[in-house]
């Protein structure tokens, strides 16, 4: 059974930094896909970030572009969302998803296309 699971959220200042942590078992851990996806309430929900395992390749939102950082650590079974210069805006809770043996490169996919989720990490920017 795959389990996928957030931490890292938290309250932070405006241009400050948090790292987000999903880890995934249950699953053959190098050859997927995981995208980092964020809804704030009354809005819909937003992938800032996804990763393919097989080259490292990588994909942001325009929103984040240089100032977020998504990697990998297969050995650990985790991907990482590095968020710096952290703006109000980006409150929001974060989750992050996985794609089995994707076909196409991440920045296709679709939130719909995702396998598995997790539960969700709040992140909050206060100004």
């Known amino acids: 059974e795959v389990e996928v699971v957030e931490s890292g959220g938290g309250l932070v200042q405006a241009g400050g930094s948090l790292r987000l942590s999903c880890e995934a078992s249950?699953?053959?851990?190098?050859?997927?896909?995981i995208g980092w996806f964020r809804q704030a309430p009354g809005k819909e929900r937003e992938q800032v970030s996804c990763?393919?395992?097989?080259?490292?390749?990588?994909h942001y939102a325009d929103s984040v572009k240089g100032r977020f950082t998504v990697s990998s650590d297969n050995a650990k079974n985790t991907v990482y969302l590095q968020m710096n210069s952290l703006k109000p805006e980006d409150t929001a809770v974060y989750s992050c998803?996985?794609?089995?043996?994707?076909?196409?490169?991440?920045?296709?996919?679709?939130?719909?296309?995702?396998?598995?989720w997790g539960q969700g990490t709040q992140v909050t920017v206060s100004a």
């Open positions: 998803a996985t794609k089995p043996y994707p076909y196409y490169h991440c920045s296709t996919y679709l939130s719909s296309d995702y396998d598995y």
């Open positions: 990763i393919n395992s097989r080259d490292g390749s990588s």
């Open positions: 249950g699953l053959i851990f190098d050859d997927y896909a």
